[in-house]
């Protein structure tokens, strides 16, 4: 008899193509799709964001309204609406509530870069609309893979006010971290607008040092726990790395509910042979036998972005990142004086942090014909970086999993690291990249020198690391063989 097809609904707060801050949405986006392809049930649910309509009418895509719903919170009832886009064969389910979503920023105000104040009632609307969503299409889950903070309260939930709820009998629930540094963390004065009872305000519940913690209900909560990558799993488990949290991991990993399991990179949107981004504006897309062609594409990169008589012989270093501590801003620019002593071109898309965003603006007026700064969120600038850099870095303080040096990898721009997380299980020093230890300018700066010596001294071995960068294979099918493996796992519990 055939198998009944899983079903799987994956929640997040962000998924490619419709909302995107960070590698949360190329994630969910991409094991949607290709859990679909390998015959799962999948269906994703997410917030409908102002950037949602945009994409949706960009994308040309039909929305269809299914259904309105009621919540309470804080004993007001609530209103809200389901609709439903279908994208790469999978259903989206779109959380409408425009007072809450219908905004230019996702998280933050885009003017005063501050989370927005209300963040907290807006993902408790979002969590409990969930449950009643699933319940209206009557789509019933097997697993709820729920992802990062934003909701964090459904494991709550599904094992509070919806646990007699004959509809969720069989539903298990998996938690993704895929950044333990944001942990929705909230004064205690609003724990009721969660609707939850005080009881669940301990250590062994939703209190963290007198807080409210959104990351910490999803971790206790949910039947299993993974994050992005296996050396993340061990690291959290650390005061180094658990933003106070490590015990709770410590406890998880103990009675074998913490998983870390890699994420895969979707080549059909990252390839340097197929990507549409290249071939719109270059007219050009190359694989590891035509690296020429991604000498043309540094050529043009360079020259249209104002480098008078750009030259091969100078390495082009490459990040496309948020602005943020995490990613080894501060190690950056302590140097950057003298990394520009260094014969190189340098190219940073990034937002974030002002402080960032200020300094880099006013590094790239003192080097004009060495530098490019764009401030912004640029898709198809961040696919031209990816193609025309010779070197990515990407010295992060922590990193869980992280996808450009991955995609850097694909296009033969050789990764230089930090031994850490994601990083550490990814990329192979001397082999296809450059990989430091310890988090400091110096030891950044010797790894980068390395690659610069190797890329002006030696064109044959960096050839062959690129090469060899090129054929590392990252695809999400050992990540969604793994998922499988744990969702039967958790079914069978
Ligand atoms: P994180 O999720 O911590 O930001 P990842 O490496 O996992 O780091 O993923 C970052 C993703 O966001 C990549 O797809 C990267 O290309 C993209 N990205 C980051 N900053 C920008 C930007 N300013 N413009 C366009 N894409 C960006
Ligand atoms: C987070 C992490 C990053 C990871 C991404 C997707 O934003 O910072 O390392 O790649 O999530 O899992």
Redesign the pocket.
Known sequence: MAKNKMKVLLVASEAVPFA?V???A?VVGAQGKIMQEEGLDVRIAIPKYKVVSDNIEKLGLKVKPSFDFTISLENREEKGRVEEVVYAGVTYYLIDRPDYFMREGIYTDPQSRQDYPDNLRRFVFFSRAILECAKGVGFQPDIIHVHDWQTGLIPVYLRTDYKMDSFFRQTKCVFTIH?LAYQGIFPVELFTLTGLDWKYFTIHGLEYYGHLNLMKGGIVYSDVTTTVSQTYAKEIQTPEYGNGLEGVMSDKALYGNLYGIFNGVDYSEWHPSTDTYLKEHFGINYDVDTLDKKKEIKLKYLSENGIKKPDLNKPLIGI???LVD?KGWDIILEIIDQLFKEDIYFTV???GKYEYENRLRSVKSNYPDKMIVEI????P??HYIEAASDIYLMPSRFEP????QL?SLAYGTVPVVRYTGGLADTVKDGKTGFVFKNYNPEDMMAALKKAIDMYRTSQDKWKKLMENAMKEDWSWKKAIKSYNELYDKVMAK
Do not use: A, H
């Open positions: 995107k960070g590698g949360l190329d950044n496309v990142s948020r995490q898309l990034g937002t912004g969120f640029d898709i600038n961040s999993c992280g996808l450009n995609y």
